[in-house]
């Protein structure tokens, strides 16, 4: 490379060189397509980089959803005075994704309450309970007891309204700041969401929102409504079947297109992915034989 023969990508010798780069890259067997989450403008029919986004304030519910658990693995028996009706509660202000959820995510290390109220008992982190009781209005209420979140992990409870289960499990990025430290999980809805659920291989990742906002027979009884109108729908499917623990008018700062200055989506759309498996073996074997010195890479003399 030099002045007389310049690093040009268009060249045509390039984009040979990249060709053959991704022909060996194929027959490799190291190419792969999944799902993996992206801003979605509905509107404009495309895909948008985080630079693309603006954030605007909208007004939304919020709601408070209960998830029935349907395996305790045996960890509440021994719980005094608990009810047959045992609920994690969850928080959302994207009502729409909840056709996607899959997992509930718990922090490990945080303290999570087990609270009795008339037939229904609700477990909360235990930092927030009491504000989420004061969003119900509850004020006579029981203390159970108390797990970590890491003792919860692998119980599963009733999707509200689609005939799966799903999983709790452990995830990092759990705060305390707001919600119920109960995280409702969508991978194909969320960065964070999709992240965590990759560590837990018996999780799908459903994206039952098309290209146009409309949900897909994947969301159930709420197919065929633009994801505004299934707001409203799935609300009132709670509402009516006591599953809606609370609800709650909040402004907050959501993404917008900047071309159309349109609210998106985050969903899950087929790309391509490399995976770097087949050579971690090889990278293994060669890492004793390289040092870091400064800038330069300084190969070691073999004994």
């Given amino acids: 490379m030099g002045w007389e023969d310049p690093y040009i990508t268009l060249k045509p010798k390039y984009e040979q060189t990249q060709i053959e780069v991704f022909a060996n890259l194929a027959t490799s067997g190291s190419l792969y397509k999944g799902l993996k989450p992206v801003y979605w403008c509905t509107d404009c029919k495309t895909a948008l980089a985080e630079a693309e986004i603006e954030y605007m304030e909208d007004t939304v519910n ?26 994690f509660v969850i928080w959302t202000t994207t009502t729409w994704t909840l056709p996607g959820n899959v997992a509930i995510c718990l922090g490990p290390k945080y303290n999570y309450t087990l609270i009795k109220n008339g037939s229904e008992t609700y477990i909360i982190a235990q930092d927030l309970y ?7 209005g509850i004020e006579n209420y029981e203390v159970l007891g108390t797990f970590k979140g890491e003792e919860l992990e692998y119980l599963k409870a009733k999707h509200p309204f689609l005939g799966r289960d799903s999983l709790v499990i452990l995830g990092d990025h759990v705060t305390l700041e707001s919600g119920t430290g109960c995280v409702h999980t969508a991978p194909g809805h969320g960065m964070e969401d999709y992240d965590v659920t990759r560590k837990y291989k018996e999780l799908d990742i459903p994206v039952p929102v098309d290209a146009n906002g409309i949900l897909t027979k994947e969301a159930g009884m709420f197919e065929g409504l633009n994801i505004y109108k299934a707001n409203k729908a799935i609300e009132n499917y709670l509402k009516e079947n006591n599953l809606l623990f609370a609800l709650k008018e909040i402004k907050h700062q959501y993404p917008h297109c900047w071309r159309c200055k349109k609210p998106v989506l985050f969903r899950a759309t087929k790309q391509w992915f ?25 190969k070691k003399k073999k004994q």
């Fill in 62 to 87: 919020s709601l408070y959803v209960k998830f029935k658990v349907s395996d305790d693995k045996g960890l509440f028996k021994n719980v005094n005075n608990i009810t047959d009706n045992v609920y």
């Fill in 130 to 136: 009491k504000s989420v009781l004061e969003e119900n």
């Fill in 274 to 298: 490399y995976s770097c498996l087949l050579y971690t073996s090889d990278a293994a074997d060669e890492e004793d034989s390289v040092d870091l010195g400064g800038r330069r890479i300084i």
